[in-house]
């Protein structure tokens, strides 16, 4: 089962960084800034000398299904890590478990009968 984080991405190389397991194996880092400032997180991609660097705001997160070998490493590629819209919807609405199971347990006891 995937895991649902929040990421930037280096707008060259295209790998997607989750937020908050910086500094990166690949000598990348992600860096929150002060509050006031331009953006809230400043990427410096090691893909190319002098780092590669990319402002992002709180609003320009998005929400991204993360494979367990991306998640362990704290970024992937795009193939890893692969950009959800739902949880993002407005619509969305988390699932009541206990609602699931009674939804469940009506269900079975409809074919019993």
């Known amino acids: 089962m995937p895991f649902v984080r929040h990421c930037v991405e280096c707008p060259k190389c295209l790998t997607r960084y989750l937020i908050g397991f910086s ?25 190319k000398i002098p780092f590669v660097l990319s402002l992002w705001n709180e609003d320009e997160l998005k ?12 970024y992937g590629t ?9 949880y993002d919807s407005p619509d969305f609405v988390p699932l009541d478990t206990a609602e ?14």
């Open 23 to 47: 500094p990166y194996r690949n000598r990348s880092y992600l860096v929150r800034n002060a509050r006031n400032s331009r953006a809230e997180y400043v990427l410096n991609c090691s893909c």
């Open 63 to 74: 929400s991204y299904e993360v494979c367990k070998t991306a998640h362990d490493r704290g």
């Open 78 to 86: 795009p193939e890893e890590i692969v950009r959800t819209g739902y």
């Open 100 to 113: 699931l199971v009674r939804s469940i347990l009506a269900d079975k006891s409809k074919h019993l009968r």
